[in-house]
């Protein structure tokens, strides 16, 4: 599943809400419509699509159906974000100083200049 219907799922407010909603814990798809001034559809509507993004998972016990959060896709995200700001594993020994990156070592002895390198 790739990040497109991640951040379209978590586009629309009141999908984000009912993520805020969800993280106390399961809940039924009564429970989660008693939070919002909306139709039942519209409240499934949502739900569907952050099932389809992985975001939320769903489990039957007799009657109902609960929803959770699945924090793994955001996890992913989390991960790729910090790629992006360079801070995997590989790369915390450095620092951002002034747009440029620069060994921490470095820092101490008064020469961060010395071996610095343009972020990009």
């Not at 909603?21 to 939070?35: N, P, T």
Request: with cysteine; hydrophobic share 30%.
């Amino acid at each position: 599943m790739g990040f497109e219907q991640t951040f379209k799922a978590l586009a629309d407010p009141a999908r984000r809400e009912i993520l805020s909603v969800l993280k106390k814990g399961k809940l039924s798809a009564g429970e989660i419509c008693s939070h919002f001034d909306m139709t039942g559809a519209a409240v499934s509507y949502h739900l569907n699509i952050l099932k389809k993004a992985d975001l939320i998972s769903e489990s039957k016990y007799k009657n109902f159906i609960y929803y959770e959060l699945n924090t793994t896709v955001l996890d992913e995200m989390i991960l790729w974000f910090e790629t992006l700001k360079g801070e995997n594993s590989d790369e915390k020994e450095h620092k951002t100083h002034n747009g440029s990156v620069y060994d921490s070592t470095d820092s101490d002895s008064g020469n961060s200049d010395r071996n610095s390198v343009p972020a990009g």
